[in-house]
């Protein structure tokens, strides 16, 4: 049972309307679109108290044209890597708590934790995304194996990691993939298909943060043409893809996409590790204060330490 300060956040986001700020269309979209644009732009708020706290060393740096932070536990070079992907529908910037969660990574994991500021909607398309954190990880294999490297993404970052893997797949079959993918409510396919759509319109009176039509509105945004493949990996051969761990919530509409996910890795012999939040909201790993992310934060550092070819 959903803890009481759960209970009460849930009921906090229903009241303030947090999924009716992005059900727009036409000129409200556009507005909102120019408006996370702005906010885009301001520089991140870097916790570097709590970090320095929690015995952490950050690092800046310059990579592919974006920001790049890499967090490790001061004074050790960790053998092990994650690249961080963060959520946010490709068009809402990260916040500190991404930091703290990587800094949580860092130390559950004996890992290297990078963090891109990657460039979002709607001033950039989605291969320009991809290419900034391919630049990312290039980096990264230069300085670790990649059985030593994981992706980690929330929400739309979940759905990049999958993306990313798409796109090495089809253009870059040089660079090895990582060694598995951890994705917290990922998006699979951008727009939705008919049955996911309907299960969606089930699924949106428990959602109290993401609305159905955001999906096919923000799809055109991101990719058209030849390039709107990567929205969907659902509708793509996906084989020799990464182990992957994926947790839903039962109270998000993105867990439409859970049936079609283990079928279709079924199909592509890619082996799938399902967690499920039993009336857990989109993304409640990231709400740090409540009991159920802490949890589900001890789940996702034993996903991405499982099977590490380095030991701790």
């Given at each position: ?50 970090l320095k706290k929690d ?53 559950a994991c004996d890992a ?93 009176k428990h959602d109290v ?104």
């Amino acid at each position: 049972m959903p803890s009481f300060r759960y209970r009460m956040l849930e009921k906090l986001f229903s009241l303030i309307g947090v999924n009716k700020m992005l059900d727009k269309q036409g000129e409200q979209w556009e507005r909102l679109l120019a408006d996370y644009s702005k906010k885009q732009k301001k520089p991140l708020k870097v916790p570097y108290k709590r970090l320095k706290k929690d015995g952490l060393e950050l690092i800046r740096k310059e990579l592919g044209g974006v920001a790049v932070y890499a967090v490790r536990v001061k004074g050790t070079r960790p053998k092990k890597a994650v690249l961080y992907l963060f959520g946010g529908g490709y068009i809402l910037p990260p916040d500190p708590g991404d930091l703290v969660l990587c800094g949580q990574i860092a130390k559950a994991c004996d890992a290297e934790v990078w963090f891109p500021i990657y460039p979002m909607a709607p001033d950039h398309r989605l291969t320009e995304t991809l290419e900034s954190t391919l630049a990312v990880y290039r980096h990264i294999l230069t300085r670790h194996e990649p059985e030593n490297v994981r992706f980690f993404g929330t929400s739309s970052g979940g759905g990049q990691a999958m993306s990313l893997c798409l796109y090495i797949k089809n253009k870059y079959p040089e660079i090895p993939m990582p060694a598995k993918l951890v994705l917290q409510s990922p998006g699979m396919q951008v727009p939705p298909s008919d049955s996911q759509r309907a299960k969606m319109e089930r699924l949106k009176k428990h959602d109290v943060m993401i609305p159905p039509a955001f999906f096919d509105r923000i799809a055109p945004v991101l990719a058209k043409g030849g390039e709107a493949y990567l929205l969907s990996p659902l509708l793509c051969d996906i084989s020799g893809f990464p182990e992957i761990d994926v947790f839903y919530g039962t109270h998000e509409v993105m867990y439409a996409y859970l049936d079609d996910l283990k079928a279709h890795c079924r199909e592509c012999g890619v082996r799938l590790n399902v967690h499920i939040g039993e009336g857990m909201m989109h993304c409640w790993g990231a709400m740090e204060f409540v009991p159920e992310a802490r949890a589900v934060r001890q789940e996702y550092f034993k996903a991405l330490n499982a099977e590490f070819l380095v030991d701790s």
